[in-house]
């Protein structure tokens, strides 16, 4: 019998080498096609203080919107070991479709780690998901908290992340993830000094986050992509990056301008 899910998932090598998915549900890549390993490192690591406190060893704790094929944590943990790291990560994350555990064992993501043998978990994660909170203990230090359901779903106890991953697919395919109301449950079980960053640079986005009270700031994006979004509840945070106007963006979301 064919697996449905199976169905909605074809690999796809982006132009550094490394695999995307294509998802036929939204009828969208899962990164960008000039390449998926490029993007996450530069949308998610590199515009932040997250590897300054990965090298520091401090504590930190992660919220990824849509946990994918999984290449954000483990570039992540393949930071960390490339460190000697000692922090003690906790990495919440949301899915609401997960991939196969097939699609999984054939993404050549070990090829793209400076410590291959990390890519070993993820069979190990997917072939165990249950539905809702999974704790799993990676190491005695990382721990990924995947939430197996939709965000909408998702409603955790006593969150305060630091770095929020907001890695849904875009506005037009996957609006339920970039409204408001979803930015302000996002700020809601974000500590005031966490950052958030997303390949995506839509002004709806930007009007949606600053409706929600995040202040928000524009900087260079992926691969040749002008822009992206450095968000926070706090200014300090922002302070090098260019911000937009968020009351007159806020006012606008308001108004329904970007619907
Ligand atoms: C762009 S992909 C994420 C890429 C991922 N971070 C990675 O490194 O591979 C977006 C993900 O969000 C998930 N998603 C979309 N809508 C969702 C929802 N309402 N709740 C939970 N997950 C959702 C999709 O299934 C998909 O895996």
């Known amino acids: 019998m064919t697996d449905p899910t199976e169905q909605q998932s074809k690999l796809v090598i982006t132009r550094d080498g490394s695999h995307t998915v294509y998802s036929s ?16 490192k530069h949308v998610f690591f590199e515009q932040s203080s997250l590897l300054d406190d990965i090298r520091s060893s401090n504590s930190v704790t992660i919220l990824e919107v ?19 790291s000692e922090s003690t990560i906790d990495f919440y994350s949301v899915e609401g479709f997960p991939i196969s555990p097939h699609t999984v064992d054939n ?16 069979p190990v994660i997917f072939n165990e998901l249950s539905d809702g909170m999974n704790d799993i203990s ?5 721990t990924l908290r995947l939430f197996n359901g939709l965000f909408e779903k998702f409603h955790p106890n ?12 875009s506005p ?15 700020g809601n079980v974000s500590s005031s000094y966490a950052v958030l960053t997303t390949y995506c640079a839509a002004s709806q986005a930007q ?53």
């Open 25 to 40: 549900q939204f009828e969208q890549h899962y990164h960008n096609p000039n390449g998926a390993v490029a993007e996450s």
């Open 66 to 84: 849509g946990f994918g094929t999984g290449l954000n944590f483990l570039l992540l943990m393949d930071y960390m070991r490339e460190a000697g």
């Open 107 to 122: 993404l050549n993501y070990d090829q793209h780690l400076n410590h291959p043998e990390l890519a070993d978990h993820l």
């Open 138 to 142: 990676i190491t005695s230090n990382i």
């Open 158 to 169: 006593n969150l305060q992340a630091d770095y929020i991953f907001h890695d849904a697919f």
């Open 172 to 186: 037009d395919v996957n609006p339920e993830l970039w409204t408001g109301d979803t930015f302000k449950k996002l």
């Open 207 to 259: 009007g949606a986050m600053a409706w929600a009270g995040w202040k928000v700031a524009k900087t260079q994006g992926a691969l040749g992509k002008r822009e992206m979004i450095v968000a926070s509840q706090s200014e300090e945070p922002l302070a090098d990056f260019s911000r937009i106007n968020e009351e007159h963006y806020a006012r606008r979301y308001q108004e329904g301008d970007f619907d």
